[in-house]
């Protein structure tokens, strides 16, 4: 609700800027210039400056077209119709959509004017100039929305650092309640959340290019994916072998120790070490610890997939900034 509000605010502040400014330079069919501004405003700044440029090259055809048709043919609603018929192919053949019925509507003005000189095409290009330039500034005043997003951020390592706690506790009561993977909807729900906050953020700046929130989602949803790997690993795991608790301390530790600021370096050492040390283990005795801790050690396997992820993130030039 308050983004419906915020941008009906917007788009009506573009409209009567538009139309007041047109009416103070005593420009005729001034309300057109609104028009024009609502028809201009997009969801990012991005978008309405590709769409403005867009316009303004078939506002220019519009006006050729419009000119010696009206100029050889007459100034009659039949030659409108002409004129309608040939500026839709050529917005058609350049992917002017948008500018059809924008354009249209200024054209339209010659009609009543009955002739096309400096003076009248001045009228339409100051109408359309105002309403696109108004429908660009107010575009301008959206910031990036960093709170909204550091916050999105924030509640998808919280869900990621929640997952591998109750990892930890699995692998040493096979009986753990509630262990269905439903975590990973909530999971994926705020990852999805938070590359959509992304996008608007990039779409919404003019000049820098700032993509680190994005490559920190995606990041993020890679180490979703071997999460899921990892969680099928401790799901089937229906005793507590030896090594267990070795495992179960070091997922505790790492969830206490997910932050994005940590590159992982030294779990990735102590990852190495406690692999090693399991090595020197004693075979398993039966069946069911064979296959437990054969899961156990797959998901070390996914584990260390799952920091390296974090650690070649963070080497990569401008994303431990």
Known sequence: MKKLLLNTLKISAAAVLSVLSAQVLNLQFPVSAGIVAILSVQPTKKETLRTASARLFA????????????????????????????????????????????????????????????????????????????????????????????????????????????????????????????????????????????????????????????????????QTGILEEMFKCVKNISTVPCTASTVADFLEKTSREYRRDNDAGSLIRELGEIRLKMKEIPLPQDRNEFEDRAYLFMLLERLQEFLNIKNAFMKTPGNAD
């Open 59 to 222: 506002f220019m055809a519009a006006l050729l077209i419009s000119s010696l048709l009206f100029n050889l043919l007459g100034f009659t609603v039949q030659v409108f119709f002409l004129y309608l018929a040939l500026f839709i192919l050529v917005c058609q053949w350049r992917g002017w959509i948008s500018a059809m019925a924008m354009d249209s509507v200024l054209i339209s003005h010659f009609l009543t004017f009955g002739k096309t000189g400096p003076t009248e095409i001045l009228n339409e290009a100051l109408l359309f100039a105002l309403g696109v330039g108004f429908g660009m500034l107010v575009n301008i005043f959206l910031h990036k929305k960093t709170d909204c997003i550091e916050t999105l951020k924030e509640r998808t390592d919280e869900l990621i650092r929640l997952t591998l706690h109750r990892m930890s506790l699995r692998i040493l009561d096979p009986n753990f309640p509630d262990y269905d993977g439903n975590c990973f909807s909530t999971l994926k729900e705020s990852l999805y959340d938070a590359r959509k906050q992304a996008e608007e953020n990039f779409n919404n700046q003019f000049s820098r290019r700032d993509t680190f929130d994005g490559r920190y989602v995606a990041m993020r949803e890679m």
